[in-house]
C-alpha cells in the first residue's frame, strides 16, 4: 500500500494524540519538511527526486517512538507500517535513518552489537539507499528534537552532550560530513544556503 505525505502526516497526529511529549513527532516534521526543500532544489538542477515521497519518509522515519521510548525505534517503527500493511519502500525508512555507509556500526549515540539484531545488519549492509533516503540520513542529522535547523556541526555535537562520544563517533562524524559534502556537490552550492534559519540557530 502506498503513502504520501499527507497520510504520513496523519499517522503522526493520530500518535501525537497519545504522547505526553510530542518532540519527536515536530523533530519528524522537520526532517520531512527539510528533505523536500532540498528535494526541490535538487529537482531544480535536473535531478531525479520525488520531493513528497522525501517528505513521506522524512515525517515517517520516528514513527518507532510512538511509545514514548527511543529504544529500539527502528525496528518498532518498521513493524508498525508493515503491520498497517504499507510498502517495503516506505518501512525501510525506519531502517535506514539511522545507519550512514551500509554498516549498523555507523550510527550516533553508541555502538550496535551487529549480532544482537542479524536482520538489521544484514539488511543495512546490502540496502542499496535511494536518494531520498540519504536526504532523511542528512536532514536527521540537521535537526534535533523540536521544529529547528542546525548545522551539522552544531547537531552533532548536541547527540554527543546528550548521549556521549564513543569510539565509533569519529567515523559517524567523517560519514556525515561526506554525506553533507555529497549533496553540496550535486546541488553545486552548500545545502546550508537553503536554510537561511540556520543562522538565526547558531
Known sequence: MKLNS???RNLLEIERQKVRDDRWIEHCLCVGDS?????????????????DKAITLG?????GKYNGESHGHVM??????????????YCNICLTHSYLNNDIVCTAGGIPNPEDNPFLTEFIKN??????EKLINICDLMCPQGAKV????KRLIDIIIRRGAYSNTQYHIKETYKLKEYFDNLLGYNLY?????IKGNL
Open 76 to 89: 518498532r517503527g518498521y513493524n508498525y507500517l508493515k503491520n498497517k500493511g504499507y510498502d517495503e519502500e
Open 193 to 197: 544556503d537553503l536554510f537561511p534559519e
Open 6 to 8: 499527507s497520510r504520513a
Open 35 to 51: 528533505a523536500g526543500k532540498i528535494a526541490k532544489a535538487l529537482n531544480d538542477k535536473n535531478y531525479n527526486v520525488d520531493i
Open 150 to 153: 542546525y548545522t551539522i556541526d
Open 127 to 132: 540496502h542499496e539507499y535511494t536518494i531520498e
Open 59 to 63: 515525517y515517517l522515519h520516528d514513527i
